[in-house]
């Protein structure tokens, strides 16, 4: 049997599904550097700024009150990074978790090891929770991840706090979605997204389908603010046309721009730029994996005619266990995908055909009869069990499989 | 992953924000001076504010200072993590037809909610029910399209205990589960399995699994398992090794009087065995060192017993004894890295697979994981499917049924392509395998 894989264990091309799991809270951590600095600089800034334009000739009253000010400042810096640095924590903590999770993997020798059949379950609970953590299944993620104490190696927030602007925008309320841009403004220009652009765009659209003359003036405000500016025309002129084509108008791109469609289109754009700005594949990894799985295990038995006879309680029992694509969990999952490669037929030892067409390996068929308790000299068909028929052994002729 | 400890390690001790705090105390402190000291005597209050300034400058560079370590500190744990996974860009979901699983979200939600179960989370299971159902109805008030069958939901929702009493005595349980997995009582099966499990495996009491074994009798028997042996064994090594200071005999007295009234009813195949735990009686008290102490001495035969039982109950419901999502989801760990190799190739160059049936390489697993025999045909190396089954030819040897087809080309005689026999194609057996 070639096509058996050596048990021994190369951990890091087995860590492929692993990235996003020290990538997240790494993308935490420095956004929550980046907000520190914020602080940080807009209280030096003010602190400069009220000292400086403090003139010496100020009565002491004043210079009293300036400098109340400038401590109230440094100590609401202080509760901010205060927080912050809890914050950071946690995230150390995650960390911390996460790599002692990828260490586990590598102190794991081969597949055989008991060791990798514990990794490869926390591993399955982590995938569920991120799965049921995108599906929006969000109480089911949190009673999964605290029964099986895996609550460091997933992100429950970060996936609550995303589903959370994404229902929003779906309702068509872009200001928690705005804020969210507010927060990663900086990161969000490095790749490039026009996620904030689009954004501002619908409420200059919502402005505009009212009709009204005020609130058509607030949206002209509106574009002249957010919209216009830049170095790319493309939303200041958006805008202009939206302004020249009423609401009903079947015009293209305008009639688009209207349709209460755009709202589950700002909801995925969200979150793409969201999974992109923090590395997080797009897909759950539960369908990678799974779909993975599901190909490397699947033979075109699982979905024959004849699979039910051939995967019966008896073979269960005394033979192979039951094959996890022919059990009803995953048989109907597994139908549209393609089936494992072989190059080679393996069998069991010493194929011997019955009467009935069936193949069997010698020693297993003679074993199986034994355990159903037929006579020597006799054998009948495992998979049929007690019903089977009977014929003598001689009539079993072996078969050259190559 | 040294390198990403290491790194981690540097974040954890000093590249984080509890210097800036610590530097932000001391910018407190120097403010909160300066202004008692103002408080105290406001004729100097330019003077002090002279002072403070050079002071303050020189906080805020600190603190300036502290975030810089930061940011240093995570860039070289970024580094460490590029490092680490250099050889492997983020999966993609495009691993075969993996998006077909994001239209399947149905399947794949039963799937879990079974896998819940068998796992013993039946709390989870039932907040996962829940909230599918929920989903489910938003959907459908939504006017979105739910086709959708999330009819399994009902299949898992608790029925009334009176429906069921009965069920246990039928005797037929395995007919009425057959084809039936997804019904109700699936949960309270796995709860009786769970409750069997607990108390054999934590608290070594073996009563609820020989009554369990004892009340499926007729049904193990046909399946040739030998549970119910095995469960005895244990019980009379328990009794054997229980240790009893004031009467040592009774031990063995008891273990015998279970001896003689539970193996009887055994069938004959279990002899030798039987005879084997009689004898080692008469090795006590120095069970330890007889031939027969590592036989009966052995804790890891609770263990063993734990999984036969395990297997065989849910082999009963039809169900593999480990969950499948599992080994499907080990398999796909196992088979990703070629998978995600031969895409990269396939991108590279353009190429496409040329069966869609097929994955385009093989994905070699260990051998716990072959739950089939495979037949690839000699001839044309393609595996055999309904529409081209194996075909065993007179002499012994099996092709597929295309390759047949092509050697004999409509004569009237064949010659298998591995001897010199010939044969008419009509004397072609299809094989089952």
Excluded at chain 2, 275 to 303: D, M
Aim: glycine share 6%; aromatic share 6%.
């Amino acid at each position: 049997m070639a096509e058996v894989a050596t048990s021994k264990l190369d951990p890091d091309s087995h860590l492929l599904l692993d990235q996003p799991l020290l990538r997240l809270p790494h993308e935490l951590l420095r956004k929550n550097l980046k907000t520190a600095q914020r602080h940080i600089e807009s209280t030096h800034k003010a602190v400069s700024t009220s000292i400086d334009t403090l003139k010496p000739a100020a009565k002491p009253a004043d210079t009293l009150a300036a400098l109340e000010a400038t401590l109230a400042k440094a100590q609401s810096l202080k509760r901010k990074l205060e927080a912050l640095h809890e914050e950071e924590q946690t995230l150390h903590r995650q960390q911390r978790a996460r790599i002692g999770h990828l260490q586990d993997l590598h102190d794991v020798q081969t597949v055989d090891d008991v060791k990798f059949d514990n990794w490869s379950e926390v591993r399955l609970d982590r995938l569920l929770v991120d799965y049921l953590l995108r599906q929006g299944y969000s109480s089911s993620a949190r009673a999964l991840s605290a029964a099986k104490s895996i609550t460091d190696l997933v992100d429950i927030e970060v996936f609550e706090e995303v589903r959370h602007i994404d229902s929003a925008l779906r309702r068509g309320d872009v200001k928690e979605a705005l804020a969210w841009c507010g927060e990663n403004k900086q990161a969000l220009k490095k790749i490039g997204s026009q996620l904030e652009l689009e954004l501002r765009l619908q409420q200059f659209i919502a402005l505009r389908r009212t009709g009204e003359m005020g609130k058509l003036m607030e949206a002209v405000v509106h574009a002249r603010k957010h919209l216009v500016g830049g170095l790319d025309t493309e939303f200041g002129l958006k805008a202009g046309g939206l302004l020249a084509h009423p609401p009903n108008t079947m015009v293209e791109p305008y009639a688009t721009m209207y349709s209460p469609a755009r709202s589950s289109y700002l909801a995925t754009l969200f979150l793409q730029t969201h999974h992109n700005l923090y590395s997080l594949p797009s897909q759950p990894l539960l369908h990678t994996a799974l779909s993975a799985g599901l190909s490397a295990l699947k033979t075109p038995t699982c979905h024959s005619l004849h699979r039910a006879q051939l995967s019966s309680p008896a073979i269960a029992l005394v033979g192979n266990p039951v094959c996890p694509i022919c059990s009803t969990e995953l048989n109907e999952l597994a139908r549209g995908v393609p089936y494992a490669h072989h190059t080679k037929s393996h069998m069991e030892e010493d194929p011997v055909v019955l009467p009935n067409d069936r193949v069997f390996g010698r020693e297993r068929l003679k074993m199986l009869n034994e355990k159903l308790g037929v006579p020597g000299g006799r054998v009948r068909d495992p998979t049929e069990a007690l019903r089977g028929r009977e014929w003598s052994e001689t009539e079993l002729r072996r078969v050259y499989i190559s | 992953m040294e390198a990403l400890q290491q790194a981690h390690e540097t974040l954890e001790g000093s590249a984080n924000l509890s210097k800036a705090l610590q530097d932000v105390d001391s910018l407190i402190a120097l403010l909160t001076s300066t202004r008692d000291a103002i408080a105290d005597g406001p004729d100097m209050a330019p003077l002090h504010m002279a002072k403070l300034k050079a002071p303050l400058k020189q906080s805020f560079d600190r603190i300036d200072d502290d975030l810089k370590e930061v940011n240093k500190g995570l860039n070289q744990y970024n580094k460490a993590l590029k490092d680490k996974f250099k050889n492997s860009s983020l999966p993609t979901a495009g691993v075969g037809e993996s998006s077909g699983l994001a239209s399947q979200k149905n399947l794949v939600d039963r799937a879990i909610a079974m896998h819940l179960l068998r796992e013993g989370k039946f709390e989870v299971a039932s907040t996962f029910v829940k909230e599918v159902n929920a989903q489910a109805g938003q959907d459908r008030e939504d006017g979105e399209n739910v086709e959708v069958e999330t009819r399994w939901v009902e299949d898992f929702a608790e029925q009334d205990d009176n429906d069921e009493m009965d069920e246990d005595e039928d005797g037929d349980l395995n007919e009425e589960l057959y084809g039936e997995l997804g019904k109700g009582h699936l949960q309270r099966k796995f709860s009786e399995m769970y409750r069997i499990l607990d108390a054999l495996r934590n608290q070594h009491n073996l009563t609820p699994a020989i009554d369990w074994a004892r009340h499926h009798s007729a049904e193990l028997d046909d399946r040739g398992s030998n549970l119910e042996f095995e469960l005895s064994r244990l019980k009379f090594i328990e009794l054997y090794t229980a240790t009893q200071p004031s009467d040592p005999s009774s031990s063995i007295l008891h273990a015998l009087s279970y001896a003689r009234t539970t193996f009887p009813t055994f069938t004959p195949r279990y002899e030798r065995e039987t005879a084997a735990l009689i004898t080692g009686l008469a090795y006590s008290p120095n069970l330890t060192t007889s031939p027969y102490g590592s036989q009966l001495l052995n804790e890891s035969l609770w263990t063993t017993v734990s999984n036969l039982f395990t297997r065989d109950f849910t082999s009963l419901l039809n169900l593999p004894s480990t969950s499948p999502l599992s080994t499907a989801i080990t398999a796909g760990g196992l088979a990703l890295p070629i998978l995600q190799k031969v895409e990269r190739i396939m991108t590279a160059t353009r190429g496409q697979w040329t069966s869609v049936n097929e994955l385009p390489v093989e994905t070699p697993l260990p051998s716990g994981f072959m739950f089939h025999s495979v037949f690839v045909c000699p001839v044309s190396k393609e595996q055999a499917t309904d529409a081209n089954p194996p075909m065993l030819l007179p002499c012994g040897h099996v092709i597929a049924k295309e390759s047949l087809e092509g050697t004999a080309r409509g004569k009237s005689r064949v010659k298998c392509p591995y001897c010199p026999m010939e044969s008419r194609p009509g004397e072609a057996r299809r094989l089952y395998i």
